[in-house]
């Protein structure tokens, strides 16, 4: 049974990891409705990196790309440089306040207002977002870089979603609706990957109590499940937009304010 809410676990964590919907609120609500068992978040800290094996394995052309041309092509360079802009605030935002947001993750009310309002506010840039004018992830300005990561470091709250914020950003900014969603996996990349570091170096005591077998079922789910989901995606929302996702928010946000109304969460 462990063994089997740990494949549905990491299945979660790897779907909606990359989407604009809050992979760890899903993942906390998730653990409660299967009575998983994490008490020193090891099984979440670990089964993340899944998900960013995968995208790292997806833009792997584009990261050796990247890699080899930083001697020699000036884009690549910049792009380069964009990334760490981006990730600062992110970085700086964790640094100071991590730890004092850490309690708000038990609180599904705080998770199910997160997602309602982000929900609004996704819609309402979607219809009144400005015309694009920056329309390849790997070619944003610099001062864009940052306001996006500005955005990205609202992540912290649980509920709003580290995708949903850079995407949403990332449109405000005149950044077109697949580039926006590009730029937010290439930001995963080494936000999630610090984060995920960070967080092990933690819980590192926990580590040799953990149960390995949960973990490693975790780890292989979520790194399939976003393998399978990040391509669909973008085609997906260059074609029909965020809507979907914005309504898909506010009814999870009103589902969960119906659950803890009835006591079961």
Do not use: N
Not at 20 to 25: E, F, G, Q, R, Y
Not at 57 to 77: I, T
Not at 177 to 194: D, K, Q, V
């Amino acid at each position: 049974m462990d063994l089997l809410a740990a494949a549905l676990l990491g299945a979660v964590q790897g779907l909606t990891e990359f989407l604009p919907v809050s992979s760890t609120a899903h993942l906390r609500i998730g653990e409660q409705i299967l009575g998983f068992k994490d008490p020193a978040g090891t099984f979440t800290v670990i089964i993340q990196f899944g998900s960013v094996l995968a995208l790292m394995w997806l833009y792997r052309a584009k990261l050796f790309e990247v890699a080899r041309g930083l001697p020699s092509k000036p884009e690549s360079r910049r792009f380069v440089l964009a990334l760490v802009v981006a990730v600062l605030p992110a970085g700086v935002a964790g640094w100071y306040f991590a730890d004092s947001v850490k309690s708000l993750y038990k609180s599904p009310l705080v998770i199910a207002g997160a997602f309602i309002v982000g929900g609004l506010i996704m819609l309402v840039v979607e219809r009144m977002r400005p015309a694009p004018v920056v329309f390849h992830a790997d070619r944003i300005p610099l001062g864009r870089a940052l306001a996006v990561g500005a955005c990205q470091a609202l992540a912290l709250i649980p509920g709003v979603s580290r995708s949903g914020a850079t995407i949403i950003g990332g449109l405000m900014l005149r950044v077109e609706r697949s580039a926006a969603a590009e730029l937010s996996f290439y930001l995963a990349m080494p936000t999630l990957t610090a984060a995920c570091l960070h967080d092990a170096w933690e819980i590192r005591h926990d580590l040799a109590s953990a149960h390995a077998a949960e973990i490693g079922v975790g780890l292989v789910t979520a790194f399939v499940a976003a393998a399978l989901v990040v391509r669909p995606f973008l085609r997906y929302v260059s074609r029909s937009g965020f809507a979907p996702f914005a309504w898909y928010r506010i009814a999870a946000g009103a589902a969960i304010l119906g659950a803890v109304g009835l006591g079961w969460l």
